[in-house]
């Protein structure tokens, strides 16, 4: 087993609460970089251990708090997300439930590094009970002082606080959060401007991942470089997975970022094989927005070099051939899985997900969903396969957010990969499943 | 200031910076000029949500010549200066018009013989320049009842292309906000909380701004097709706003009053509600004369107010 980071002490019981963390050497890092560094040079210590942004799209975390406007007058906001709602993915609520100190943790260090003095957590409103888990925390980590006015004596106050969405996926997208967070209707807004220079009030922000803010302590303790030699290539670090669908061991595991595919979903180690020694059929590797990809392309690239669980090697081959690391939500699927019903599924959430703000998406998800409804019951024809690939070609990259792109990705990939299924029900006038 | 050095379609215009690619297009004129659907130069962060003026940037500036990976929205895209835009001269671009201008007619129903807007309806336009003749969809379309959301206003949401354009007059124009979106995705609406909530002495521009048949003036429903009024421009005093308009006139009778459209659709300035409805009058108005409608315009049939004849008198064929 790999180095454990993020999940080292997550079967110690009761370590929800502050004496149990405190214990386990817990909050140490933000002594540390209140004492001994300014806030550049925690930045710099994250830019070198190469972290990136674990929500899905793989940004480098510390160029991102780079680009954060200094020179305004401004006060600037630190934002968690905590919006984890992409379909497969379950990995940040096992952290706030289950080591809610490490992301306040976390908080208090990318505050300090970004000059910002009120911090928000914005957790998804389904997970209701971890926000009650989490108010807790922040008010233990107020009473011993790591909130507040004068943390520990340092000069430095910060105030977190933790707001519930109200249940839109869409709330996920970092500039309809803010909105939402400022009160308004979760709509993601036009960039540019970007957070970094427009955020929450109008001020500079940033906005990362739950997993992203949790993996700071332990930088901060054991240095940048300590981090960066973890890992492959420029996938630094470790990864949470969640791994879920037809295999012997579901449940989320912390893995070093360069680990083969096939070892991930055979050894006994991860995830333990296929359910009831069936065959390997497919893999959405990242979450329900990433191509899918056929057993022969998980386990090894077009060349026939191994697949790695890293963020470079997953996406090898484009999108022809290749995925995206995503959120790391891994769904698996056997041989019988009905690939076009699965995709009905997708289609059917972001159909519902869509925010209705610009054409595209709003008109598009609807018509997907329709069409694949339709081949799915056996009343589709040829032409409608073509159909769905020529609107998933018009909905990408024309949209305002990545919703459009997470819609139609499943929908171009599902149909390159396994054009046959869908033909097959269209000749069958039924699912073949 | 030094000005900006923008090409769109091999068209150069100097621009001042800030402007944004359909405002140096529109500055060009012509058919350079990208569709706007939601984009309303006169009301604050609009634009970007129809998607029908996507263009293609095919070099970022001067400094950095690299073209931007995906299309762009001109109306919500600020010009660099070396900028080079393609619009009307990529295939890509007008494929992808295609393709929204589809997306926008999926869940329309396409009543236009029954619309009071036909005529003067922008989504209308942009279906006969872009749209595909035949529909490729064949499932049901969302549908509303058409409701009364202020005494003289009739919503039709099913006609609806949510360009969020009524919601920023809401917003901008008018003192208390009471409407906006409800729901999400397409089954969202423009809508008030409150039944009838709409009560301001500037709504009456929301029908105005609307580009499609969704906002209908009550005062003016089903009593001519816009083609068979003409139009006027005409002014009163007004202690509210300009009271400067368009009286829409058959025989001896006011039919409809608009505030004045520019080129592109939109209100050179906006007109108050008492001007819009309750001055019906031909005493109440100072006529100045017919309003010039564009040639291409149906509303300019059996209009021959005013033909250019050359210097010698003489018209020529």
């Known amino acids: ?433 | 200031m030094p000005l900006l050095k923008v090409t769109i379609d091999n068209i150069e215009v100097e621009v001042e910076a800030g402007t944004t690619i359909m405002n140096a297009a529109r500055k060009i004129g012509g058919s350079v000029v990208p569709p706007a659907m939601c984009y309303y130069s006169k009301l604050e962060g609009s634009g970007g949500y129809c998607r029908t003026c996507l263009v293609k940037v095919s070099q970022g500036s001067f400094k950095d010549n690299r073209p931007m990976p995906k299309l762009v929205a001109s109306c919500r895209t600020p010009v660099q200066d070396g900028m080079v835009v393609q619009n009307r001269t990529s295939p890509e671009v007008m494929d992808n018009r295609r393709a929204i201008t589809e997306f926008l007619l999926i869940n329309h129903p396409l009543d236009c013989p029954v619309c009071d807007q036909a005529g003067e309806c922008h989504l209308q336009d942009l279906s006969y320049e872009h749209g595909l003749e035949e529909t490729r969809t064949e499932e049901d379309r969302r549908t509303f009842d058409p409701i009364d959301i202020g005494d003289l206003i009739k919503l039709h949401m099913n006609r609806c292309i949510l360009c969020y354009r009524c919601v920023k007059v809401a917003d901008q124009i008018t003192d208390n906000r009471v409407h906006g979106v409800l729901g999400r995705g397409d089954h969202s609406e423009i809508s008030t909380l409150i039944q009838k909530a709409v009560d301001n002495d500037f709504s009456g521009n929301m029908i105005d701004v609307c580009p499609v048949g969704a906002l209908t003036d009550k005062t003016f429903r089903f009593k001519s097709r816009v083609w068979f009024t003409r139009p006027f421009d005409a002014h009163r005093e007004c202690a509210k706003c300009c009271g400067k308009t368009v009286l829409w006139m058959k025989g001896e009778e006011i039919l409809r009053v608009t505030g004045r459209k520019d080129q592109y659709g939109e209100l050179e300035e906006f007109i108050c509600n008492d001007c819009r409805f309750h001055h019906k009058e031909t005493t109440d108005w100072i006529v100045e004369g017919p309003r010039k409608i564009e040639r291409h315009s149906v509303i300019s049939q059996n209009h021959y107010e005013k033909l250019d004849i050359p210097e010698n008198g003489e018209e020529s064929e």
């Not at chain 1, 997708?346 to 054409?359: N, P, R, V």
């Not at chain 1, 694949?372 to 769905?388: A, F």
């Not at chain 1, 990969?417 to 006038?429: A, I, N, S």
């Open chain 1, 1 to 433: 087993m790999a180095e454990q980071i993020l999940l080292k002490n997550i079967d110690v019981p009761g370590l929800a609460s502050y004496e149990v963390y405190r214990k386990l050497g817990g909050y140490s890092s933000v002594e540390k970089a209140l004492k001994n560094y300014t806030p550049d040079q925690v930045t710099s210590e994250v830019t070198k251990s190469g972290l990136r942004g674990r929500g899905g799209a793989g940004f480098p975390a510390g160029m991102k708090w780079g680009f954060i406007d200094k020179k305004t007058n401004n006060p600037r906001y630190f934002v968690c997300n905590f919006d984890e709602s992409e379909p497969g993915t379950f990995k940040d609520r096992h952290i706030g439930q289950l080591n809610p100190h490490q992301l306040i943790e976390g908080m208090i260090l990318g505050s300090y590094a970004l000059g910002a003095r009120t911090s928000y957590i914005y957790i998804r409103g389904e997970l209701f009970y971890v926000l009650r888990i989490i108010e807790k925390a922040i008010a233990e980590a107020y009473k011993n002082g790591f909130l507040g006015e004068n943390i520990k004596g340092s000069g430095y106050s910060l105030d977190l606080y933790c707001q519930p969405g109200a249940g839109a996926y869409i709330c996920g997208e970092e500039t309809a959060l803010l909105e939402s967070l400022e009160g308004k209707r979760g709509n993601p807004r036009i960039k540019p401007p970007f957070p970094a220079v427009v955020g929450l009030y109008g001020c500079p922000t940033v906005v990362n991942n739950v997993e992203t803010i949790a993996a700071l302590p332990w930088i901060i303790n054991n240095g940048g470089e300590a981090y960066s030699a973890i890992g492959i290539g420029n996938s630094k670090g470790t990864k949470l997975i969640s791994a879920c669908g037809h295999i012997n061991k579901p449940g989320i595991y912390e893995i070093e970022l360069g680990l083969p595919v096939e070892e991930f979903i055979y050894s006994d180690e991860y995830c333990g094989g296929i359910r009831h020694d069936h065959t390997l059929k497919a893999v959405v590797a990242g979450g329900s927005s990433v191509p899918i990809l056929p057993a022969h392309l998980i386990l090894k690239t077009a060349e026939g070099k191994p697949r790695l669980m890293s963020y470079e090697s997953l996406s090898e081959g484009g999108f022809q051939s290749g995925t995206m690391l995503g959120s790391g939500g891994f769904i698996v699927m056997d041989e019988t899985t009905c690939i076009v019903k699965n995709l009905l599924t997708f289609a059917k959430f972001y159909h519902h997900e869509s925010c209705g703000q610009c054409s595209p998406c709003r008109e598009g998800t609807g018509w997907m969903e329709k069409i694949l409804h339709r081949i799915e019951s056996g009343h589709g024809t040829m032409k409608d396969i073509d159909l769905l690939v020529d609107i998933s070609k018009h909905i990408e990259g024309n949209t305002i957010c990545p919703l459009g792109d997470a819609a139609a990705w499943p929908v171009a990939s599902a149909i390159r990969h396994f054009r046959e299924e869908f033909e097959e029900h269209v000749k069958l006038q039924k699912c073949p499943f």
